[in-house]
């Protein structure tokens, strides 16, 4: 192929086609201002910062590679697409938009996204925040057509949680963030043995290292409505280690009624559906619980 072939192939790559290519190593103090320090995760650092060639406002989320390692060398031979490879395929209004993703120069695994205002739904639950009010339902279902657009490009989110979700100023809209546990929906990927996540959430099937599928998301997603609802969890909180997710086909979870007895009937019977302890008894997709809570215009009957 002549560098006139190679030009016009480059040439002809749509914007979408373009991102889905890692960038040449990047040095990320001479791209980036950064100007102020995010809520980082246990596994990377995320940052608000200016990136110097577009002159943009973007976040910026950088791996910390000794803590990555194990999770990425868990699935080398399986050749797993990185992060930012996973989160350029997911485009959806409330999912975190990626623009770009690659190495630093220092090698470290970097993504650049939308910077979200707002707050973690996490924040608003641990603060009843009062604004939730009125909003619930539109949330819920904002956090499922999130899941389902993870769902249908190939994906588990795997660690679908409170904390994963930032919320607009106004409390209208959500967006889903952090693919960092992320896995494509193989058979190959569903092996028992992989119990990352965040254990309040956790499916039993994760902690009892058995089979699992995106189901893992519905159950996880499940609780995370049960809180939105409530502000509280299905199962009395003692630990948050993995050990709590022990209870979660041990113990029966308390109706989401008991916490709040005027919820929305059908969408307390969907929740509750999620949050079954065998997967065969939950939604079988995404689809399903939003077809179920269709008709559902407020929180409360």
Known sequence: ???LDKFKRRSAESPAESKKKPRKKVNVSKRFELMRRGVSGTMSQFFMAKDRDSDKVIGLKVADS?????FEDRFRELKKPPEGRIAVEIEHP???????YGTTTDGKSYVVMEY?????L????????SILEGRRVKLVRQMAESIRAVHRAGFVHRDICPRNFICAPDCESLKLIDFGLTLPDQEVYHQPGNRTGT??????????RRHTDHRVDIFAFGVTAYQTCTYEFPWPVTDT?????????????EDILYYRPRLNKKL?????????????DRFRTMDDFLSEIKDCDSDDE
């Open 1 to 3: 192929m002549g560098l």
């Open 66 to 70: 000794e803590k990555t390692a194990p």
């Open 94 to 100: 409330n999912v975190v938009t990626t623009y770009e």
């Open 116 to 120: 979200i205002k707002g707050k973690g």
């Open 122 to 129: 996490h924040k608003l639950l641990y603060d009843r925040e």
């Open 199 to 208: 254990p309040l959430y956790m499916a039993p099937e994760i902690i009892r």
């Open 241 to 253: 280690t993995g050990l709590a997710a022990l209870s979660h086909d041990t113990q029966k979870p």
């Open 268 to 280: 307390a019977a969907a929740i509750m559906k999620c949050i079954e302890a065998n997967p065969k």
